[in-house]
């Protein structure tokens, strides 16, 4: 990507695996909705020219060793690196926003991020790993626990996934899904898994509320859909403008409820997400929307920003 809304296929040089890094044969690469946003309008992080793609697969061209990658770069000395959270490294630099990412066929990758694949986990499944490990993220920050009932505001792939990791956790996951096509899209997906979904909720009580989406009237919905002492995950950043009223922060206190932040992963979250991914392939099969080729990326962006899609592959 050159500019916005200007994704071109070019010769490039092959990357040079410094000392640390493996030279990586991309197999398969995930298409998302920051990438479908960053060709549309850019990124706070995103840095121009860039080859774009941060959900990864492939393998080791001499070894035939398969994995995905933890798209980030993290320092390794900070106060967050050192406790576990290299997510929240301020250095952090991540694939496909500060550096080369996977819609290209081969990728130059620090060894210390890639997280090997069992073998009998098909690629285009194998980089779903990525946004689930970030939803596994959020259910920790959460602290969800088991018998909980999660309530998952924006059906997508990864309020989907996020559906799955906490089902994973023994936790009962309703999905609200507002677009009735995007939601009939989901069935067989849902109902591998009975997973409920519905245009919108009545049900109260919840454990712990995520939004999967960004818009900020579902804080407000959701904030009253706790039991008390219930937790909101920010997952998704909001978007518009918006007010905080004082009545908000009074139920927080009155009730004692919990925020809990939570952006991107790490290494380990992301190890667990291909366990599951494995354990549950047929279900994350449905996910896939269509296995495309690399020159049908913009077409398959555009369409992820119309809105009703699941997920994209491309097969590089
Ligand atoms: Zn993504
Ligand atoms: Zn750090």
Known sequence: MEAFNELNLLEVDLPVAEQDDILLKVSHCALCRTDAKMFRQGQRDLVLPRILGHEVFG????????????????????????????????????????????????????????????????GHLACLAEPLASTLNALEQARVEKNERILIYGGGPVGLLMSLAAQSLGATAFVVEKNPPKLRKSEKFRSSLAIEGSPECRLKDFDVVVNAAPSLSIFHEGMSKLRSGGCFCLFSGFTGEGTFPVSILNEIHYRQLRLAGAYGSTRRHMEKAVLLLNLFQESVSYLVEEVIELDQIPLALEAILSGDTLKFVAKI
Not at 72 to 100: P, T, W, Y
């Open 59 to 122: 393998f080791n061209e001499q070894t035939g060793e398969r994995f995905v990658i933890w798209p980030g770069e993290a320092c390794g000395v900070c106060e967050e690196c050192l406790k576990g959270h290299e997510n929240l490294c301020s250095q952090m630099r991540i694939m496909g926003f500060h550096r080369d990412g996977g819609f290209a066929e081969y990728l130059s990758v620090s060894k210390s991020s890639v997280i090997p694949v069992p073998e009998n986990l098909p």
